[in-house]
């Protein structure tokens, strides 16, 4: 079992960036594709994210492509996200979760963190 804790979050204008951290508990982090979700307040969870074991391959949400940067550094634990060029639609609670396989859905996914605000003003 592993244990994750979000970090980053906050407020920032339109256009701006933030960086989020997730820190897992454990020896086995690195035996788990790390993925970011988030959630909108009326809206369902949704992909944002993936990378797998090793961190060679990623995968990303169309709304996110080519603003978003997922990566992890399996010595110290964590996986990050990088968001740049930052759009209200953004806004949500934004969750790190450790998985098996490497997919995109979030019933693939076992262990969960609890998420950090993202806000993102106009």
């Known amino acids: 079992q592993v244990q994750l804790v979000e970090s980053g979050g906050g407020l920032v204008q339109a256009g701006g960036s933030l960086r989020l951290s997730c820190a897992a508990s454990?020896?086995?982090?690195?035996?788990?594709?790390m993925a970011w979700f988030r959630q909108a307040p009326g809206k369902e969870r949704e992909f944002v994210a993936a990378?797998?074991?090793?961190?060679?391959?990623?995968s990303y949400s169309d709304s996110v492509k080519g603003r978003f940067t997922i990566s992890r550094d399996n010595a110290k634990n964590t996986v990050n996200l990088q968001m740049n060029t930052l759009k209200p639609e953004d806004t949500a609670v934004y969750y790190c979760?450790?998985?098996?396989?490497?997919?995109?859905?979030?019933?693939?996914?076992?262990?969960w963190g609890q998420g950090t605000q993202v806000t993102v003003s106009s």
């Open positions: 454990g020896r086995t982090f690195s035996s788990y594709t």
């Open positions: 990378i797998n074991l090793s961190g060679v391959r990623t």
């Open positions: 979760a450790a998985g098996r396989p490497y997919g995109t859905w979030s019933r693939e996914y076992d262990y």
